[in-house]
């Protein structure tokens, strides 16, 4: 009988201590899952992450977004949803400082001097009303036109494709002009070159291409090669990409 308890007793002991030995094996396990959650991940899922959110942010194939809005979130401010009419604003300020800075790159390598209602006119690109832009390009053209003004000739390809940008962004509604232009840029494959035959097809897709991330296509116009200050302008902005015409080359189509 004694022998039997002391056996019995043994048992106890034993049963209590492989008892103790799982609790320890199950806290271990769920101190290792708890760490798991809570230590930061690995560079890889980090980077995993970005490269996702940079696809959507693109317009990436499988993402719903609309043009419009792959457009407003790349060029969205931090924390900041623009609207389509503020993105346009923006851009168009953009693209007058852009052209404002081709047009004195050409008139240093044409030796000329630039007027100051050639500079007023770009100061009212940059500031965005319509009603000043073309008060001040007006002037210009009928004296252009009237041949009073020759130092416009060298450097009229800018002064046009600004005022041209500015008269898009005043008639077209600002979400309809973001639509239209990056359906069209987003349509190029790289190294392609557009040429646009209207107005709209012309200056739209050269006004969000000059102000838009990313890669830059050539955008040209087919209607203006007649014109010799267009080709000088398409030569100062694209000549170390590509053959451009020149004026002997214009006379001898003519002829």
């Not at 806290?27 to 290792?32: E, K, P, Y």
């Not at 696809?55 to 931090?78: C, E, K, L, N, T």
């Not at 006119?121 to 041949?147: H, L, N, S, T």
């Not at 000739?153 to 973001?178: D, M, R």
Request: proline share 4%; glycine share 12%; net charge negative.
């Amino acid at each position: 009988m004694e022998g039997t308890e002391k056996q019995l007793s043994g048992d106890g002991e034993v049963n209590v201590q492989r008892g103790y030995l799982w609790w320890v094996v199950g806290f271990g396990c769920l101190a290792v899952v708890l760490l798991g959650i809570l230590l930061p991940r690995g560079d890889h899922s980090k980077g995993g992450q970005l490269t996702s959110t940079n696809q959507i942010a693109a317009g990436a194939p499988g993402s719903s977004s609309s043009s419009g809005d792959r457009f407003r979130s790349r060029h969205a401010r931090s924390g900041t949803t623009a609207s389509a009419e503020e993105i346009v604003a923006t851009k168009l300020s953009q693209f007058g400082r852009n052209r404002r800075d081709v047009m004195r790159g050409m008139a240093k390598r044409f030796k000329v001097e630039v007027r100051p209602d050639v500079e007023r006119f770009f100061d009212a690109v940059e500031g965005g009303k319509w009603e000043e832009i073309e008060a001040a390009f007006k002037p210009m053209f009928e004296q252009r036109k009237a041949g009073t003004r020759d130092d416009l000739n060298n450097i009229w390809g800018p002064i046009l494709e600004a005022y041209g940008v500015a008269e898009s962004t005043h008639l077209w509604p600002a979400q309809k002009l973001l639509d239209y232009g990056n359906s069209i840029l987003d349509s190029l494959r790289p190294g392609m070159i557009y040429v646009g035959g209207t107005d709209p097809g012309r200056f739209i897709p050269t006004f969000l291409n000059e102000t838009s991330d990313g890669e830059h296509h050539v955008v040209l116009t087919q209607n203006a090669m007649a014109d010799n200050t267009y080709l000088k302008y398409v030569d100062f902005l694209y000549g170390g990409n590509f053959g451009t015409l020149n004026d002997a080359d214009s006379q001898s189509a003519f002829q």
